[in-house]
């Protein structure tokens, strides 16, 4: 048999990993220390690769050359530190595939907020230029899975830092940071540097074929920059100045510019709406022209995007209160940019697993925009301490259906009911999805 492939976790990056794995002639094997979900224990059965679950086998899994870990493993896991101990090298899940990529392109999109948004909108310009793109990575397909079943000759792919976290040689021929906030600092031993340099790692292997594309206006990125050793094209994108290369929005005309080519758009033609969707759109524009795209179609594609469920979807109006669905907003500055665009007085749920959230960010907002606060989650202490002296109204729900029907007694006609929770899900609900989900099916049921 060929090298032993360990891969911790069985969801989507690690059977992708096996399929790929198990093709390349590794002698794979996958444990897994809680229930497999029927579809992947179905995918490895059936591609007969061995598997365990509910119990991680020390003596199978250190019995291994290389050990790929699922992102949702932390480094502070005594099974990953053992691992470590041994000398067994640990890589990510983009890592592996990156390997048998062969001659595709990668554009790849990390940042605390707006990467999912960049992706799917990078995506869907890429299907309106009848590119063969597969959009991958923590949205669509494992990265492995698509390399393994159907290669395409771009991977569009959104990286979070868990899978910049044990990359080695991963390359993007275009790298996307679109911003740096705090976010997951329980993964990073509270240490916000720790984060930022795990947010850097996407462009430290490129070279100066490459392009890095950046937030200009992003305080936390500039002020780290020189940090790092970055050999790629800088492609920033700003709203503050005007530009020779990148993008840049002055008097609401975007204008992008990439080696010789140039093209210009009004802000008003967007399909998506608020100062952060800006942003997101200026990247997703450099990078298309950069890999070659027609500016008809890049512009096409911007006034045709529809924006992605859990991400600022406008479920219903009932009885002139508009409710709307921003589920995937899971950190404290994600709420902020949807209350930032917000134009209507405003209820504002919030709450769930508070990643060490400092919510003073959002008191300015709240203060000009929220009418009431309605806290969702099993512990709402911290949000009501934070908010008890800038928002006139807090309420306490334990589900979904409670908080929308708290939050609809308290608005009125014209206003809008806000889910913008700024915290994870796992308190009340198996992810940012199901939230979501529940929401809808609630403002249904009204």
Same mark, same amino acid.
């Given at each position: 048999m060929g090298k032993r492939l360990v891969i911790l976790g069985a969801g989507e990056s690690g059977v992708g990993a096996a399929l790929l794995g198990q093709q390349r002639g590794y002698d794979v094997f996958v444990s897994d220390g809680g229930m497999v979900k029927d579809k992947y224990r179905l995918e490895l059965e059936e591609n007969g690769i061995s598997y365990e679950a509910g119990k991680h086998t020390a003596e199978l899994i250190l019995d291994a050359d290389e050990v790929m870990k699922s992102p949702g493993i932390p480094e502070k896991n005594e099974l990953v530190k053992v691992i470590r101990k041994e000398g067994i090298k640990i890589i990510s899940e983009i890592e592996f595939a990156y390997r048998y990529k062969e001659n595709s392109k990668i554009i790849g999109i990390t940042g605390s907020n707006g990467k999912t948004t960049t992706t799917a909108l990078i995506h869907h310009i890429c299907k309106m230029a009848d590119l063969d793109a597969a959009i991958v990575g923590n949205i669509g397909f494992s990265f492995a899975k698509q390399v393994a079943v159907d290669p395409k000759a771009l991977y569009v792919a959104e990286i979070s830092s868990f899978q910049l976290d044990d990359i080695h040689t991963f390359r993007p021929d275009i790298a996307i940071l679109t911003n740096i906030t705090e976010d997951h600092l329980d993964r990073y031993e509270y240490r916000f540097e720790n984060y930022i340099d795990s947010k850097f790692r996407i462009t430290q292997n490129q070279t100066t074929d490459d392009y890095f594309i950046y937030c200009e206006d992003d305080p936390i990125t500039m002020k780290h920059f020189r940090n790092y050793t970055i050999k790629a094209n800088p492609l920033p994108f700003t709203m503050n100045r005007e530009n020779n290369q990148g993008a840049s929005i002055r008097n609401n005309m975007m204008t992008i510019t990439t080696g010789d080519e140039k093209m210009q758009m009004s802000i008003y033609d967007f399909a998506l709406k608020g100062k952060h969707n800006q942003y997101n759109t200026m990247a997703a524009g450099i990078a298309s022209s950069t890999v070659g795209i027609r500016k008809e179609k890049i512009r096409e594609a911007i006034q045709t995007f529809e924006s992605l469920t859990h991400r600022m979807e406008t479920i219903a109006t009932v009885r002139g209160v508009e409710f709307v669905n921003d589920s995937k907003a899971t950190n404290v500055n994600s709420t902020w940019f949807a209350l930032e665009s917000m134009e209507k007085q405003t209820i504002l749920?919030?709450?769930?697993?508070?990643?060490?959230?400092? %919510?003073?960010?959002? +008191?300015?907002?709240?203060?000009?925009?929220?009418?009431?606060?309605? $806290?969702m989650g099993t512990d709402n202490t911290k949000i009501n301490s934070a +908010?008890?002296?800038?928002?006139?109204?807090?309420?306490?729900?334990?589900?979904?259906?409670? =908080?929308? %029907?708290?939050? #609809? &007694?308290?608005?009125?006609?014209?206003?809008?009911?806000?889910?913008?929770? =700024? $915290?994870?899900? #796992?308190?009340? +609900?198996?992810? %940012?999805?199901? &939230?979501?989900?529940? +929401? &809808?099916?609630?403002?249904r049921d009204l």
């Amino acid at each position: 048999m060929g090298k032993r492939l360990v891969i911790l976790g069985a969801g989507e990056s690690g059977v992708g990993a096996a399929l790929l794995g198990q093709q390349r002639g590794y002698d794979v094997f996958v444990s897994d220390g809680g229930m497999v979900k029927d579809k992947y224990r179905l995918e490895l059965e059936e591609n007969g690769i061995s598997y365990e679950a509910g119990k991680h086998t020390a003596e199978l899994i250190l019995d291994a050359d290389e050990v790929m870990k699922s992102p949702g493993i932390p480094e502070k896991n005594e099974l990953v530190k053992v691992i470590r101990k041994e000398g067994i090298k640990i890589i990510s899940e983009i890592e592996f595939a990156y390997r048998y990529k062969e001659n595709s392109k990668i554009i790849g999109i990390t940042g605390s907020n707006g990467k999912t948004t960049t992706t799917a909108l990078i995506h869907h310009i890429c299907k309106m230029a009848d590119l063969d793109a597969a959009i991958v990575g923590n949205i669509g397909f494992s990265f492995a899975k698509q390399v393994a079943v159907d290669p395409k000759a771009l991977y569009v792919a959104e990286i979070s830092s868990f899978q910049l976290d044990d990359i080695h040689t991963f390359r993007p021929d275009i790298a996307i940071l679109t911003n740096i906030t705090e976010d997951h600092l329980d993964r990073y031993e509270y240490r916000f540097e720790n984060y930022i340099d795990s947010k850097f790692r996407i462009t430290q292997n490129q070279t100066t074929d490459d392009y890095f594309i950046y937030c200009e206006d992003d305080p936390i990125t500039m002020k780290h920059f020189r940090n790092y050793t970055i050999k790629a094209n800088p492609l920033p994108f700003t709203m503050n100045r005007e530009n020779n290369q990148g993008a840049s929005i002055r008097n609401n005309m975007m204008t992008i510019t990439t080696g010789d080519e140039k093209m210009q758009m009004s802000i008003y033609d967007f399909a998506l709406k608020g100062k952060h969707n800006q942003y997101n759109t200026m990247a997703a524009g450099i990078a298309s022209s950069t890999v070659g795209i027609r500016k008809e179609k890049i512009r096409e594609a911007i006034q045709t995007f529809e924006s992605l469920t859990h991400r600022m979807e406008t479920i219903a109006t009932v009885r002139g209160v508009e409710f709307v669905n921003d589920s995937k907003a899971t950190n404290v500055n994600s709420t902020w940019f949807a209350l930032e665009s917000m134009e209507k007085q405003t209820i504002l749920i919030l709450g769930g697993v508070d990643k060490g959230n400092d %919510y003073s960010l959002l +008191f300015e907002l709240v203060k000009e925009k929220v009418k009431a606060i309605v $806290c969702m989650g099993t512990d709402n202490t911290k949000i009501n301490s934070a +908010f008890k002296d800038v928002s006139p109204v807090i309420v306490n729900t334990g589900s979904a259906q409670e =908080a929308v %029907y708290a939050a #609809f &007694r308290l608005a009125s006609k014209g206003d809008v009911v806000l889910l913008s929770p =700024a $915290c994870a899900s #796992f308190d009340l +609900f198996k992810n %940012y999805e199901d &939230r979501g989900d529940q +929401f &809808r099916q609630a403002v249904r049921d009204l």
